[in-house]
């Protein structure tokens, strides 16, 4: 019950033992930020949270289902906006202000976020090499790419993506539906990596797969990160690979941060019962 | 070096590829030249004559409505040769299915023969039904019953065998696991399965049985279609359009009511006990009441039987084969009034399908409703009466057929083309929303490959049907082969008759058989 005088409005720490991590700015700034679907019965899935995130950070936010992990992942890119979502508050990504741009900024501004769905959401009727193409969308010129006509580099690239993720040369030319779950979600991280994101967003990109090729899918996201630093938020319901990957647990529970603290400093245990736990201790 | 084979290689596979492709749209072209040459289509008379339609649908407004107490018992025929052609078809259907699926019987040698004759009923056009029993057993309501039953059969079986085979074993399993015997699993994991779909499958048909019933009387197998041939004949148009908005009326209402029976069944909602009874009492009832009054006698049942097995018995050892060559070539020309028609349907359903969706487009709803109604509208026109009209504009001959076919193909393809829009998975489209891609690369690369392939299949399957359609339009003159049978059938000429049968069942089936093949390759790559 002692965790009860921690959890509201916990204010994100600074990390100053995280070494090779710049620690001037962030990347991600996160500000009383409301999401609220409208309807008869109107849902607060998020409630007045604030963060900060912090170039080449890799977290994870934990949280059981409802408790908004995907609203605040979905808010960061304004996906949210396609569920009719309200979001109030202020979100700034790079230093822009994301809630307040224009369509085209919007555009610009995702074509930056890596976003990795749970269902992988490849589109099943295309080759393998077009749907991790799709990821340099927003580079390629319309005309080009309406035609189907990618630049050469960027089919090199994209070669290079998969092969990097793990789907080898000879099967860039199957169709997505042909691949298994986890071959799929390789996709996706490939078609976010074709983005050179400064940022990747996950929702929940393993918990549709058995737990080896999550294992090997988590993995993936964790070389990424410290390969090129690529800073990486991963949406996790599942406890055993919250304290497996993650560096910077953040929380989550009706819609609120009740934690924002490093793997060190996690006690496991009363953290499992205050998450995942049925008490009635966060109400 | 292996790396330079390999390259080479690759680009020798690009360039076979591009090959293909540019010999491909040249098929096509020519495919598509051919068939425009031999349906006479010109954009230069279509856009010349087209005002006479608007011309001819001024003169027929407004209706004339004093005939209607003259229509009344007409239209009251339609609708009871549409009910009891269903129930007789209904029941002919059921050992067709029992026996045409592998579910009781596992022995090919009664499944296969069963397929076979389920397959050649249902190659026979609807309207070709109706002149072999107008033949068989004279004219009237009786003729119209029998060519109904016979249409209903071929649909239902085929459609509920194939319910049949795709039906879901995990159950059947799950029955059998716990020592059931074969008719048990029968009662208690076949049939709970299968009667939903079968009713389903009944009711679709007796939505199709009213539209040809209204048009039968056309070759003289009763029903209000006959005071439209006469109507047309004196060129009194404002009774024509009274029929035609009678016709409308009727086909409009049970749309809507058997669209209302049907969703409780789909979705198994519970009536209760007393409206269930008085719904069975009501059917009980109608069909009584049509079997009554459309006072089939049995003598000329037995003539009826007589007739065909003398056209099975003419068609074998007398055939009229100095007309074979004449049928084939109408035959070919039925079905490139079906191609252009076809096709040229598409191409006004696909945009439409895309307004008629509310997803993706940004309309506004009132707007993709109304969009919404236009192929139901259209769908409750037979394709009969639009050719009747077109023959009236265009004069006789493949053109009329063409647009008949082109207009009255909307109905479906619209209808269902907007359903595979809104059906679309919007998981791809924020896949690519969340990489910054633009409105028009996301409809490229997240909307067309998913609706593509089901429009081309839905298309094709589209063509099979028109195909059918075409091959009996030319019964009231607009071309192909149903030309040819009308002139066979006014001179009493059934060898002929039987020799056009000779052509269009095979033809149907390949055309069937080829469209299921590239369907399927459409939808599973």
Redesign the interface.
Known sequence: MGLEALSPFCIPLLYSFKIGVSMATPILRIRNLTVIYPGVHPVKALDNVSLDIYPGEFVVVAGVSGSGKSTLLRAI?R?AE?DHARIEGEIYFDGVNVLKASRRQ??????????I?Q????????PVL?NTL??S??HVG?LR??L?RFPREQIERARQALVRVGIPQPRHGD?A?RLSGGQKQRV?IA??L??KPKLILADEPVASLDPITANVVMNIFKKINEDEGITTIINLHDPVLTFKYGKRIIGLKGGRIIYDKPISAINRETFEEDIYGTGDSGD | MAQGIAETRLSVTIWLRRIGLVVGLLGLGALYGWALRGVEFDLFSVFKYGGKFFELLGRMYPPDFSPLPNLVRPLLQTLQMATLGTFIGALMALPLVVFGSQLVVRSAVIYWPVRTVLNVMRTIPDLLYAVLFVAAMGFGPAAGVGALSFFACGIIAKLTSESADNINPKPIEAVEAVGAGKLQVIRYAVLPQLIPAYIDHVIYVFELNVRVSAVMGYVGAGGIGMQLTTAMEWRNYPQVLTIALLIFALVLVIDLLANRIRDAFVQGIAWPRPLRFLGLGALVALITWAFISLEIDVDRLIRGVDYFRNLVWAIITEPATEYLGLAIQRMVQSVQIALVGTTISFLISVPLGFLASRRHVGMPVVFAVGMKQIPNVIRAFPELILAIFFIATFGPGPLAGVLAIAIHSVGTLGKFNAEIVEKIRKEPVEALQSSGASRLQIFRYAVLPQVLPEFLALFIYRFEISVRAASVLGIVGAGGIGSLINEAQSYRAWDIVGICLVVIIPTVMVIDFLSARIRKKLIEG
């Open positions: 890119n996906l396609n919007l555009r610009e501004l995702r074509s930056h976020i890596g976003f769905f269902e992988y959401n490849v589109v099943e009727r295309l077009t799709v990821g969308l927003a319309l790419s309406l189907g169709r539906a996706g078609r976010a074709m983005q």
